[in-house]
């Protein structure tokens, strides 16, 4: 797989690469003239090429620094990834370690050594997760939905509050278009699996409209190698199947200076949980149904603009095991109303300031609750060649488990030494932390209700090199961060008087992570119309547990946190055919807190061919995708297996033209 970000890198480079100062992001190679000789005439024609777009930039956003390290797509390249689930695209496209239970089980994201709990997700600037667990499945998220996505790495809790502790993915939805727009998809693949999506779009007038939906399903019943069993034998993964329905609808109504909008999103999902592979499944299911709905408007207010939003959200999860008779709903509800005002200031740059409150409810013994309320100042400040972003949040919390209030400051600085050059040198400095989750103070039994909010310090550099020319663009960066944490709450088991074993939560490790995050991509164009782009992410990850020096897990890296992992992709495309390929390393887990127990590193390549065609005003694509084209065996998470080789084929239309 190497050889893919080779051939990539000799792809982009070529002859007379130049160095080029940052534009205004989007990263946009403009287009020149370009003098060509007709074989057949005298006569010179002026041929203009398209402009080289590279996928891949961060936009230049309020709500992140410009000092942090950040991935970012925009919607080409969430659709050329060929990825179902925003689990799939960050899996595939960014430097996160996404932890999968199995092919349809949950996936979580980690980043920096910190778990999924402390991964904030935001769907439109509103927080997403579901208080009682305090993290979402990422795995129920189609990318139908996207436009874009943002992550970036570290603390964010200065402007996003609780959670980000390792980092905070922004996900901004599809937005309607004015002109009509219809978009159908269909298709399947190995192990029982179908899916169908349709889109439409349009408006008159200042409103426009948009409703899609999606339905997902598979069986997942791959064969897998049982080696637990005297003889080891060859096995389905039974009782591993999945169903999912999505529904989205989005109204805007844009004024002359103000822009209002109203979105919804349920989505029902239904999915097998056959359990560790060395037993057979017994039968174990879960239901998760979320309803959302927020609001959010722009507009003008003297020199600056506020924004106001809020949501509403309600999650249904029901788990059932018939061999232990159990069968348990849990409901959970969450409002929030947030109000920003971005003001310029002249001749320095921006500041941003703005209040959250929020309510979160979940039916836990008999009913809990808890209460947030949050304020927050951030700026901008430009003092060439340097640029200040200093900010700062206070959060209050309070609820049955009492009440507490916590500062989040952040300043990081990016500096340009030399002009006209694509060199940007940046640090960060800043203070995340994350409340305890309704599970981990109310859950019955073990929940404890006193539990103390994680704590952390985040310092990170960085530096970051630009190439450009007319018709290539590249894009290196390299990031070195530490992290100190804590009051991290750990579950731990303990014994009640029957003998039965109870795990609880407490307020007892320390973790000191560092690391190093390396990224690569870029894009040319060829003259023919053939284009080359693709990337690279290089991660290397200690995240040491310094709870108790005298304990063997001292100085031993977390469970479940790979030391190295490394994502890389090629795309080529030509007139209407594109091929590309992504290949994932990830390195040694440890699941045993000593490091005494270890999951072997996995490769998996994945391989994706489209072509597309124009069918009246319409255009018509066929896509054939092969993942696990090693065909390694592999678990991300032990006792867990990851399907073998298999193939899926999609149809998709859209009218018009894009």
Do not use: C
């Amino acid at each position: 797989m190497a050889a893919l970000i080779l051939f990539l890198v000799a792809a982009l480079l070529g002859p007379s690469v130049a160095w080029g100062q940052e534009p205004a992001r989007p990263d946009t190679v403009r287009p020149l003239p370009v003098v060509s000789e007709v074989p057949d005439s005298s006569v010179a024609m002026s041929v203009t090429l398209p402009e080289v777009t590279v996928r891949g930039t961060r936009p230049r956003s309020s709500a992140i620094p410009a000092a942090a390290h950040t991935t970012a797509f925009d919607s080409a390249a969430v659709a050329q990834s060929g990825a179902r689930s925003v689990a799939d695209l960050l899996s595939m496209r960014s430097g996160a370690f996404v932890k999968r239970y199995g092919s349809t089980g949950l996936a979580s994201l980690s980043m920096r050594g910190m778990g999924g709990t402390q991964t904030q997700v935001l769907l439109d600037g509103l927080r997403v997760a579901n208080p009682q667990t305090g993290q979402l499945d990422l795995s129920l998220l189609p990318t139908l939905l996207i436009e874009s996505v943002e992550v970036q790495h570290g603390a964010g809790s200065a402007r996003h509050g609780s959670g980000s502790l390792g980092g905070t993915v922004h996900l901004r939805t599809l937005r309607p278009q004015p002109d009509p727009l219809v978009r159908v998809a269909g298709g399947g693949g190995a192990y029982g699996e179908r899916h169908v999506s349709a889109l439409a779009s349009g408006g008159k007038g200042a409103w426009s409209g948009l409703v899609a939906g999606r339905y997902y399903r598979t069986d997942g019943d791959f064969r897998y190698r049982n080696s637990f069993l005297v003889p080891s034998q060859t096995l389905r993964r039974r009782g591993a199947g999945a169903r999912t329905t999505t529904l989205y609808g989005r109204g805007t109504w844009r004024g002359d200076a103000q822009t209002w909008s109203l979105s919804g999103w349920w989505t029902r999902a239904r999915r097998g949980l056959p359990g560790p592979a060395s037993a057979r499944s017994g039968g174990a299911r879960q239901w998760d149904q979320l309803g959302r709905i927020w609001t959010k408007g722009v507009l003008p207010l003297g020199n600056g603009t506020l924004t106001l939003s809020a949501q509403g959200q309600r999650s249904r999860l029901r788990y059932q095991n018939p061999p232990t008779r159990t069968d348990r709903t849990t409901l959970t509800t969450s409002t929030e109303a947030s109000a920003e005002l971005r003001y310029p200031l002249p001749r320095l740059g921006a500041i941003t300031t703005g209040t959250t409150v929020g309510y979160d409810q979940a039916s836990l013994q008999d009913g809990v609750s808890r209460r947030s309320g949050a304020a927050f100042v951030d700026a901008t400040l430009s003092l060439s060649p340097f640029e200040l972003q200093p900010a700062v949040r206070l959060d209050a919390l309070g609820g049955n488990g009492g009440s507490t209030v916590v500062p989040s400051p952040r300043l990081g600085i990016r500096l340009r030494p030399f002009d006209g050059a694509g060199l940007t040198l940046r640090g960060l400095v800043a203070r995340a932390f994350r409340s305890p989750t309704f599970n981990e103070r109310y859950y019955d039994p073990g929940g404890t209700p006193g539990l103390q909010p994680e704590d952390g310090w985040t310092t990170e550099g960085g530096v970051s090199l630009r190439l450009a020319r007319a018709d290539a663009l590249l894009r290196a960066e390299a990031t070195a961060f530490a992290t100190r944490l804590t009051d991290k709450i750990v579950w731990q088991p303990s014994y009640v008087t029957n003998g039965v074993q109870v795990w609880s939560p407490s307020n007892v490790a320390r973790v000191y992570s560092r690391g190093l995050e390396l990224s690569l991509r870029g894009q040319r164009q060829f003259r023919d119309g053939l284009t080359v782009s693709g990337g690279s992410h290089f991660t290397h990850t200690r995240a040491e547990n310094r709870a108790n020096p005298a304990s063997p897990a001292y100085g031993a890296q977390l469970p479940y946190v790979p030391q190295q992992t490394w994502t890389l992709w090629a795309r080529v495309a030509w007139e209407g055919l594109s091929v590309s390929a992504t290949g994932r390393l990830v390195g040694t887990r440890f699941y045993a807190a000593d490091e005494s127990k270890s999951l072997a590193p996995y490769q998996a390549l994945d391989l994706r061919a489209a072509y597309e065609w124009s069918v009246g005003a319409g255009r018509l694509a066929v896509e054939a995708q092969v993942e696990n084209v090693l065909d390694r065996r592999y678990e991300i998470v032990r006792l867990y297996p990851m399907p073998p080789r298999h193939a899926t084929l999609r149809l998709r239309f859209s009218l018009p033209s894009p």
